[in-house]
């Protein structure tokens, strides 16, 4: 019998992740399209806890490219697209020390409608440079290839993931990436956060909620032909190019039953089996008779032929999952659309997201129970106000008590047997905010000086928790 595991693996992948549609700005340089987070916009005259990306309509989108007034902080970024050489020299060997980078590739710079059949090759050099210059700053990439970027063309003309024809679309430009890019990138997520279809889906699916007749049996269809494609990348991947790893990625899972009453157990039983859904399928390789009874019991009706059921058995290499927060789910939660809702046991940030160490070492063991494969936590952090002090420096002692916790809670999960391959610290240099669009909810070690509307220096600037996660890296997890 083995031996408790002790430590981090000697090879374990210390990471930062980011999402080009947050960073690179020149939203319209060297060919590219307009991507849906193009459109997502900044408001501050709504409360905080309400800052996030609603579902989106044809007529926003409308308004959004007719607009010269508002505010559009991803079209901007932190102008990634024209530093990204010195950002990197900060972030790998020679500075943070991250020994991984995952990024994704924006699918409107290579596919700028995104029924092109031949794509744009300005995007492509692009990319082919900077994983040149990752790989050069001693980091190992990992790519996403769709994290918000689907092209809004794809929106306004084919309703999104919502029409089969996107199906071939997206599984075109996925074997163009993995032709390009397979000697350079090993490790690739074909969907970032597959299960986040409840709210905000429009940055994920693509689909205007008034061009639709269910919204929710939209949705679900949308995310089921995603996996399609999805299945199909995986196959032509495993066939040309076996030394690449395909890996899915879930937004956080399963929740917490809020009380001990069978009512509220059944209920989070039920709610967290339609959050495993997208790892049974891409793992699994099958529609499991849960979801078929969910959709059902909502008279959803999903359509998928048996052909599609056959490709759905090319399964992916890993696993993944972001991890920001847990929540509660009861009975009345669950029969009012499936939702969940904030534990008020637990502390929280300023935009009301749950802090729970805890909670990554539990759902670390239920995702390996379940799956049985390699394991990397893709995302974490916790969005909070940083302030330059007097001495033009950032002191941020809660950002490694945060960190320091939930490191502490992976090495626990190690020692349980979970195969945990890597972590991936949410944007390590501040990013303008996926939930929100704003700049002052910010993630990193190294600071940005730019604010929500786009003022300021640009200037990057290491805080006090950069040289920290420094010390994490170097001693492989040893010294917290």
Known sequence: MKEVAKAFPIDFLWGGAFAANQMEGAYLEDGKG?????????????DIEK???????????????E???????KRR?????????????????DGLGLKTYRTSINWARIFPN????????AGLKFYDALFDEVIKNGMVPMVTMSHYEMPLYLTQHYKGWYSKEVIDFFTRYGKVLLDRYHEKVKYWIIVNQINLILHESFNHLGVPEDVVDNV???????????????????????????AVQ???MLCGGPSYAATCKPEDVLATMRHN???YFYGDVLLRGNIPGYAIRYFSDLNLHIEIAPEEEEVLKNTCDFFSFSYYYTRLCSKESFEDGNSVYRNPELPANPWGWSIDPLGLRTLLNEFYDRYQKPVYITENGVGLYDKQGEDGRVHDPYRTEYYRAHIEQMKEAIKDGVDLRGYYVWGPLDIVSCSSSEMSKRYGFIYVDLDDYGNGSGKRILKDSCQWYKKVIESNGEIL
Not at 34 to 46: G, K, Q
Not at 67 to 73: G, I, R
Not at 114 to 121: A, I, S
């Open 67 to 73: 607009s010269k007034t508002k505010n559009f902080p």
């Open 114 to 121: 995104g029924d092109e059949t031949e794509p744009n090759e």
């Open 216 to 242: 929710t049996e939209a949705k679900y269809q949308a995310v089921v032909n995603e996996m399609i494609s999805c299945a199909q990348i995986t196959k032509y991947s495993h066939e040309k190019y076996p």
């Open 77 to 93: 970024g932190i102008d990634f697209y024209h530093t990204y050489k010195e950002d990197l020299k900060l972030l790998g060997k």
């Open 34 to 46: 307009l991507c849906v987070a193009d459109i997502n916009e900044f408001r501050d005259d709504i």
């Open 51 to 65: 800052k996030y990306n609603n579902e989106v309509t044809s007529l926003y989108i409308k308004e959004a490219l």
């Open 246 to 248: 395909i890996g899915m």
């Open 273 to 275: 089996q339609m959050e």
